[in-house]
């Protein structure tokens, strides 16, 4: 555990950041990233959604504080990271993609970091903004998000040595590989509650009788 939070992968982290051509290439060809530190920015970064939603200046937030539940949201975000990681990967494996499971999640936890860093910025930036300058919060915001989602795109063509068209038709397919998925476990989750009603009307039954 310490040597997946060792200061070392934390600096690549970083780097991947600032070089994410380079930085996620010798993720996949020296295991040089950490999946401990992929998961830790993607709670880092729900954390980070919660607080901004709760402290934003009323400028730019008008949520209720009562309907934040930071447990609700950072069980959605993490089941959210597993779906699009199982997804990627389920399509990748039929498209001769190279990245593992592993290098996905990485590529997907590691472009969380700059939105987490924009949702700290631009909530500590609405606590001084007036009304009429919402822009300066929305365009850090947008700024943050645009870049985060640049760093999975890299990520994710360069662990699977993909150009960036089929990186493209890959996430398509991505996203509707996660819509199946729900679906699938939607499914169960109704069929498993059918069931179970079905049981207890039969033990409930025989009890009666007997």
């Known amino acids: 555990m310490r040597k997946a939070f060792s200061s070392e992968k934390i600096k690549y982290l970083f780097y991947t950041l600032s070089h994410p051509m380079d930085g996620f290439y010798w993720i996949r060809h020296q295991e040089k990233g950490s999946v401990p530190i992929a998961v830790l920015s993607v709670i880092l970064m729900s954390f980070a959604f919660t607080a901004n939603r709760l402290l934003a200046g009323f400028v730019v937030n008008d949520v209720d504080p009562r309907s934040v539940d930071s447990v609700y949201e950072l069980m959605s975000v993490l089941i959210l990271f597993l779906l699009m990681c199982i997804s990627n990967w389920s399509v990748t494996c ?83 590989a996660f819509l199946v998925i729900v679906f699938l476990i939607l499914l169960l989750f109704d069929l498993t509650g059918k069931v179970m009603t079905f049981v207890k009307s039969i033990y409930t039954e025989i009890i009666f009788r007997s």
């Open 94 to 176: 039929l498209m001769n993609g190279e990245g593992r499971l592993k290098d996905i999640a990485i590529a997907i936890g590691y472009g969380t970091v700059p939105v987490t860093i924009t949702l700290v910025l631009a909530t500590i930036l609405s606590r001084f903004i007036a009304d009429g300058e919402q822009a300066f919060y929305l365009v850090l915001l947008y700024a943050g998000i645009t870049y985060g989602i640049i760093v999975m795109l890299i990520g994710i063509m360069q662990v699977h040595n993909y150009t960036l068209g089929k990186t493209i038709v890959t996430l398509i397919l991505t996203f509707a």
